[in-house]
């Protein structure tokens, strides 16, 4: 896992890695070197003569992600981006301030969806994300703290951290970083 610090990069003057998150696709991808390349594997005769695969390398970040599933370029292009913003929210924390209110796409988020009770597809679920794991990064991993923040019940933490594996993951990662007991 990356922090931010004063030896990493940083994607805006705020010093912090939301800015990625922000991004356009466009955008995100200019910062990204693109590799296309044959994928091996099975998938029929067009497998293996068509450049479909595709690796995406964030510069800033140094987070390299790839997508070959698909014989679509394109579709893969998709899936890696997806993976991209994925590994930018899972694994790089920031620093948190003594802010008194949490961030205007947070608060949209738990309007849009109270509880955090938010879907991949929505606008905001990444920067989400990001956010809740600095936040409990930040408290040491303590669930209690946590939420007293985030403003939402343990049990609607708990249930936002299982909607995704990885997240799942990352959380209990902390858990056991600090001492504490993965989350069940």
Known sequence: ???LSADNPRPDSSGNSRGWLSLTDVQLLDQCLI???RASGPGGQKRNKT???V????QPTTLTVIAEESR????NKTRALRRLRQAIALHLRNEMGHENSPPEFYVRALADAPGLHLSKR???YWLTVQYVLDVLYSHEAAVADTVSVLRVSTGQLIR???GDPKLWDQANRFRR???HQPLR
Do not use: C, I, N, W
């Open 1 to 3: 896992m990356q922090r």
């Open 35 to 37: 590799d296309v390349y």
């Open 51 to 53: 450049s479909s695969a």
């Open 55 to 58: 690796r995406l390398r964030h």
């Open 72 to 75: 679509s370029q394109h579709e």
């Open 122 to 124: 929505h606008p905001d």
């Open 160 to 162: 936002f951290l299982k």
């Open 177 to 179: 970083q600090f001492g």
